[in-house]
Nanobody, 128 residues
Framework: QVQLVESGGGLVQAGGSLRLSCAAS????????MAWFRQAPGKEREFVAA????????YYVDSVKGRFTISRDNAKITVSLQMNSLKPEDTAVYYC?????????????????????WGQGTQVTVSS
């Protein structure tokens, strides 16, 4: 059973930084794709960033390019999201997600329906 546990959320002022972590367990993740999604109140859950565990290719939504960085640690089996230059519009619950295979188009990796495993979410609040 795959388990994903997020940590690192909190309250930060605009322009500040936060680092989210997702601890993964229950499988060998070398063939997986991992992603971060976010959901603001009253809005749909949206794609933020994804990484193919093997090879490390990364993908981002345009609104976070140049500010957020997704990475993975093979030894700790964690996926992180470094968020810099945070804006109030980044305020949301952030979810870690895992897909059993990374064999997928970039477009597929941006779809929440493509992921079968989810963490419980961590709140990120950016004050203006």
């Amino acid at each position: 059973q795959v388990q994903l546990v997020e940590s690192g959320g909190g309250l930060v002022q605009a322009g500040g930084s936060l680092r989210l972590s997702c601890a993964a367990s229950g499988r060998t993740f070398s063939s997986y794709a991992m992603a971060w999604f976010r959901q603001a109140p009253g809005k749909e859950r949206e794609f933020v960033a994804a990484i193919r565990w093997s090879g490390g290719s990364t993908y981002y939504v345009d609104s976070v390019k140049g500010r957020f960085t997704i990475s993975r640690d093979n030894a700790k089996i964690t996926v992180s999201l470094q968020m810099n230059s945070l804006k109030p519009e980044d305020t949301a619950v952030y979810y870690c997600a895992a897909r059993r295979t990374s064999i997928a188009t970039m477009e597929t990796l941006r779809m929440k329906e493509a992921y079968g495993y989810w963490g419980q979410g961590t709140q990120v609040t950016v004050s203006s």
